[in-house]
């Protein structure tokens, strides 16, 4: 396993984060951590003096934004699965083996563990989670909810493991978008459209400090690109409830940039119609009253094919 960690301006918490890392994962499973500091002033690497040997550092000296930082290091990994991880997080012993197991079980399945809340200056888990899935509305906002099984339509995308085979196969992340926003909705959509699943591991806790402010600093216009491309690519003829949602997104649509191969992407993974996962996750859709009254599953299945 590699897992890879991210961050910026993290060096509070991240010498903490190793540690637990390292102390409460078993060597055997842990072939790597690396590290993507991107662009933090000053460079965060000083503060892992005492596990050079176990750390591998990618710098980047201008930031890239989370959705690329990601990327480098999820590219350089040489485990056969990847763990992304927060700079501030605390994983509890025997945490790796229900990553392993779902893994290994299908390649194509994502995993996600319960997020019980970290305390940032004691580093004790305060024990509470504030959720274990998502969803998105119709404006690309999205939060948690919980409804007892163990399928996740929408993850957070900060804590999460995948194969290092189903990561390339499945399309890493969209390269063109943005900085941060909405790569988790795009991601998880498209793991599910396209033959993947990402499921919850109950017995498996990464605590984590939830912070009132984001390091990096996003602008409206980076959220919209990045969520204009997941319409456009992903939602079909469904896309149009997102700028009914939110008109100002209209003003944005010319600078979305190419997605080309992002469609091209789809067909070449035989990804099944964005009416195919609403059918999938009707339940919390209706649970939302995000579907018309009248919506239904009458189609056939040639209605799921994308055109």
Known sequence: MSVVLVGRNEHKYLYRTVDSIIRNTPSRRLKEIILVDDGSIPPMEPLLADYRDKVRLIRHEQSQGLIRARMAGA?????????????????????????????????????????????????????????????????????WFEDGNDEVPVMSGGLYAITKKWWHESGEYDYNMLLYGAENIEQSVRVWMCGGEIVVARNSRVAHLFRPKFPYKVNDTTVYVNKIRTVEVWFDEWKDRYYQTDEHAYKVLGGMGDVTKRKALRQELNCKSFNWFLDRFQDVFKSRNLLPMDYNTSRSLEAYAYE
Request: one cysteine or more.
């Open 75 to 143: 590219n350089a990994a040489v485990g056969d699965m990847v763990m992304f991880l927060d700079c501030h997080v605390k994983p509890e012993p025997g945490w790796e083996r229900a990553m392993f197991k779902n893994t290994n079980e299908n390649y194509k399945r994502l995993v996600v563990p319960l997020i019980p809340k970290l305390d940032g200056d004691t580093w004790e888990v305060l024990g509470d989670e504030p959720g274990v899935k998502m969803m998105f509305d119709w404006g690309l906002q999205f939060d």
